[in-house]
């Protein structure tokens, strides 16, 4: 283990499915994730630009890459409240890591706790077209 306070990107999901654990029903998670989009930082408007824009979402949702190879870091917004949780989550996950981790971390904490069942079609595609962005963008850092 390195001597970084930041847990692994596996830690993260590790956490994640436990404070899930936490909630009895969907209604409560719902809640939970909504709660996580509204900590989410002040996104500046000027980044709500085409270049940004992650395409397959039903919402609105940007995405803006910083940083590089060595530590990888992401912001990102949604017009909605609940993709805005999601991205809560999943920056938790991605963001501030080496690209390398970013690229082999698979997203098993969606499963894990039960959103892949509870998003509707399009959240899905959102979710996985954000995902895949991300890992473009940690992709491309590799290569150089």
Known sequence: MNAIAT?????AQQDIVEEFAFFGDWTERYQYLIDLGKQLPPF???L???DYR????????WLVPS???DKLHFQAASDSA?????IALVLRV???RPAREIVATEPRFIEAIGLAKHLSPT??????????????????????
Do not use: F, W
């Open 7 to 11: 847990p692994s990107a596996e830690q």
């Open 44 to 46: 500046p408007e000027e």
């Open 82 to 86: 609940i993709v805005s949780g999601l």
């Open 54 to 61: 992650v395409h397959g979402c039903q919402s609105m949702v």
């Open 123 to 144: 959240r899905s595609n959102g979710l996985a077209a954000m995902l895949a962005k991300l890992k473009a963008y940690a992709a491309a850092t590799l290569a150089g």
């Open 94 to 96: 991605y963001s501030d």
């Open 67 to 69: 940083g590089s190879a």
């Open 48 to 50: 709500k630009t085409e």
